[in-house]
C-alpha cells in the first residue's frame, strides 16, 4: 500500500494517547491523586495532555478524507464495519478522558468509575484501530492478530513513557514507576513486533496472476494494463519505493522506536535526568511513524497484479 | 433472486477498448456527474475508469497466446467492500444484486478500495467519493429505451460479442448457459467473494484436415481414367459420413 500520513499520525497519536491515560489511571489505582490537591491538578492536567494527543490523532484523520464535511456520516454502519466501530470509540474515548480529568480538577469522587469507563473504550479504541487492518483478509501483512497486539503494546510503549517523561518533571518519586512499565511494554512491543516481521516474511501471496486472469499456465506476463497514464489503482496501493529504502526504515524504525528509546530510558531513570526521559519519548516517537509508515507500505495488495506494466 | 452480471469472452476479445470508451462516455454524460480527466493533453495524464482492458502474454515464445483481458467491478455475490463501508453509502442492490455507491453519502476514506482485490474501484478526485462501474444501472432500468437497449454501454459497444449480460440466477438466461456450457469461472476463487461477473476461458481453434477429406475412392472425375490414379487405401472418413 502507499502509506497515508494522515493514518500514520492518527494512529501514533491516539495510541501515546490512550498508553498516557491508561498510565495516569494506573497511577491513580496506585494511590496517586488520592493525597494533595496538588495530585489532583496533575491528574487533570496530564489527562489534558492525552486528549491533546488524541485530538491531534482526530485532527490528522481528516486529512485521510476526501468529504471531511460528511465525516459525521461515519458512525452509521457500526454493526458491520470497524472503521465506523471506531469512529465512535475514538470520541467516546475523548469524551471519558475530558469527563475524567474535569472531575479531577474539581477534586471530584467520581473519578474512578468514570476511570473505568475510559479503560473500556481506550480497549475498545484498541481493537477496533487495529482491526480495521486486520480484518482485510486479503491484505495478509495485516490480516493478524499481531497487528492488534503490535497497535496496543506500542501504544501502551509510547504512552507509558511519555507519563514517565511527565513525572519526571512534576513527580519524580512516580518516574520509576513508570519507566519501569514503559520498559517493559517496549520490550514487548519489540519482541511482538520481531515476531510480526518473521511472519510477514515467510507469507505466501495467496493471489497469483494466474487466479487473477483465472489462466492456469506457469508462465503468465502482462503487457499492458490498459492505459499509459497514472491511475488510482497505480497511486493508492503501492508505495513505489524500492525495496533497500523499506529494509533501511525498518532498521531505522528498530533502533528508533525500540533500542534507543530503551537506552534513554534507563540512562534517564539511572541518572534522573528528566530531559533524557522526554528525549527518550521524542525519539520513540519518531520511531512509531516510521515502524507505522513501514505497516502501511509492507502490505502487498493483491489488486496490484493487474498494474505491472505500462505498456 | 436476481444478480444482473456480465460473462466476459476472452476467445473472442481482441482488445480493441471499445467497451473502455464507451463505459467513459455513458458515464461521464450522466446525471451523477462526469468522470474526472485530469491534465488528459498534458505530460501526466490521469482518469476515472470503471472498465480496463489490459493484456497478458501467456506461454513461452513461439508457443504463447495473447489474452485481451477486460476488467470492470464483478458485483461479487460476497463483496467485501460492502460492509467495511462506514457510512453505508456502498451497498449491495436487493433486487438486482448491483453493487453501488451513493455518491451524496461517500466520505472519499477510500477504505472500500482496499477492501476489494481486484482493484475495482477508483476514487474520483474531483468530486472527492468513491466511483465504480454501475453495470449502466441507469440505462438498464431505464423504460423508455427499446427493451434491446437496455443493456450496460460495454455491452452494446462491443464488436465481438464478448460481453453478455443477464442474470446468473436464471439458469435459463444467456449468461447462466454460457457459464455452464463453456466452462465459466469467477477471479480470485480464494477470497471467496463470489464474483457474479464470470469469464469464459479460451478455446482451441482447430479445423482438422485429412487426406481422406481431400481423396475420395468414389470420386467420379477419376472413375473414367482420365485423371491420373492416386494409389487406394481402402475407403476413406468420407466414404462413412453417412
Keep these: 500500500m502507499n502509506p497515508a500520513f494522515s493514518v500514520v499520525f492518527l494512529t501514533t497519536l491516539i495510541g501515546a494517547g490512550q498508553g498516557l491515560f491508561l498510565a495516569l489511571f494506573l497511577a491513580e489505582l496506585m494511590g496517586f491523586g488520592a493525597g494533595t490537591p496538588g495530585e489532583h491538578a496533575l491528574l487533570a492536567a496530564s489527562g489534558a495532555v492525552a486528549l491533546v494527543f488524541t485530538a491531534l490523532g482526530l485532527f490528522a484523520s481528516v486529512f485521510h478524507l476526501g468529504r471531511p464535511e460528511r465525516a459525521w456520516r461515519a458512525a452509521a454502519m457500526w454493526r458491520t464495519s470497524w472503521l465506523s466501530r471506531e469512529v465512535i470509540a475514538l470520541p467516546a474515548f475523548m469524551g471519558l478522558v475530558f469527563a475524567w480529568s474535569v472531575a479531577h480538577w474539581f477534586g471530584s469522587a467520581a473519578t474512578l468509575w468514570i476511570g473505568w469507563l475510559t479503560v473500556l473504550a481506550c480497549l475498545a479504541l484498541f481493537v477496533c484501530t487495529g482491526m480495521v487492518y486486520a480484518s482485510i483478509r486479503f491484505l495478509q501483512e495485516w490480516a493478524s492478530a499481531f497487528t492488534l497486539v503490535n497497535f496496543t503494546l506500542l501504544g501502551l510503549a509510547s504512552?507509558?513513557?511519555?507519563?514517565?517523561?511527565?513525572?519526571?518533571?512534576?513527580?519524580?518519586?512516580?518516574?520509576?514507576?513508570?519507566?519501569?512499565?514503559?520498559?517493559?511494554?517496549?520490550?514487548?512491543?519489540?519482541?511482538?513486533?520481531?515476531?510480526?516481521?518473521?511472519?510477514?516474511?515467510?507469507?505466501?501471496?495467496?493471489?497469483?496472476?494466474q487466479s487473477a486472469i483465472g489462466i492456469r499456465h506457469p508462465k503468465i506476463a502482462q503487457r499492458s494494463m490498459g492505459f499509459m497514464g497514472g491511475s488510482f489503482n497505480t497511486r493508492e496501493f503501492f508505495h513505489g519505493r524500492p525495496a533497500g529504502l523499506l529494509r533501511q526504515i525498518k532498521w531505522m524504525f528498530l533502533v528508533g522506536a525500540f533500542v534507543l528509546p530503551l537506552l534513554l530510558l534507563a540512562l534517564g531513570l539511572v541518572n534522573g535526568v528528566p530531559g533524557l526521559l522526554a528525549l527518550a519519548f521524542v525519539v520513540q516517537y519518531l520511531g512509531?511513524?516510521?515502524?507505522?509508515?513501514?505497516?502501511?507500505?509492507?502490505?502487498?495488495?493483491?489488486?496490484?497484479?493487474?498494474?505491472?506494466?505500462?505498456? | 433472486m436476481t444478480q444482473l452480471a456480465l460473462v466476459i469472452d476472452l476467445n473472442v476479445c481482441v482488445g480493441c477498448h471499445a467497451c473502455v470508451t464507451s463505459c467513459k462516455q455513458w458515464n461521464t454524460s450522466g446525471s451523477a456527474g462526469p468522470l474526472v480527466d485530469d491534465q488528459p493533453y498534458g505530460a501526466d495524464p490521469t482518469g476515472t475508469f470503471f472498465n480496463r482492458v489490459q493484456t497478458f502474454e501467456v506461454g513461452e515464445f513461439p508457443n504463447t497466446q495473447t489474452v485481451h483481458f477486460p476488467k470492470s467491478c464483478l458485483h461479487c455475490e460476497d463483496p467485501p467492500c460492502v460492509p467495511v463501508c462506514p457510512t453505508g453509502a456502498s451497498y449491495k442492490r436487493q433486487e438486482d444484486g448491483i453493487v453501488l455507491v451513493d455518491y451524496d453519502k461517500c466520505i472519499g476514506c477510500k477504505y472500500c478500495s482496499w477492501a476489494c482485490p481486484y482493484g475495482a474501484r477508483e476514487i474520483d478526485e474531483e468530486r472527492k467519493v468513491m466511483t465504480k462501474c454501475t453495470l449502466c444501472v441507469d440505462r438498464i432500468t431505464d423504460t423508455k429505451l427499446p427493451v434491446a437497449e437496455r443493456k450496460p454501454a460495454c455491452v452494446l459497444a462491443c464488436p465481438t460479442n464478448a460481453r453478455l449480460f443477464g442474470d446468473v440466477h436464471d439458469p435459463d438466461s444467456v449468461v447462466s448457459q454460457a457459464i455452464r456450457e463453456r466452462a465459466g469461472y469467477a477471479l480470485m476463487p480464494e477470497w471467496n467473494t463470489r464474483p457474479a461477473n464470470h469469464y469464459l476461458p479460451r478455446r482451441r481453434t482447430e479445423i482438422p484436415v485429412h487426406a481422406e477429406d481431400l481423396v475420395r475412392v468414389d470420386n467420379p472425375l477419376k472413375i473414367d481414367g482420365s485423371q491420373p490414379e492416386p494409389p487406394h487405401h481402402g475407403a476413406g472418413r468420407e466414404d462413412f459420413a453417412t
Design chain 1, 159 to 209: 504512552g507509558f513513557l511519555l507519563a514517565t517523561a511527565l513525572a519526571a518533571y512534576a513527580a519524580p518519586e512516580w518516574a520509576g514507576n513508570f519507566g519501569l512499565l514503559a520498559f517493559v511494554f517496549t520490550v514487548a512491543g519489540g519482541i511482538s513486533r520481531g515476531l510480526s516481521l518473521q511472519r510477514n516474511a515467510r507469507l505466501k501471496p495467496k493471489s497469483t496472476l
Design chain 1, 288 to 311: 512509531l511513524l516510521a515502524e507505522r509508515w513501514f505497516f502501511l507500505a509492507q502490505a502487498n495488495h493483491p489488486q496490484n497484479l493487474y498494474y505491472q506494466v505500462v505498456s
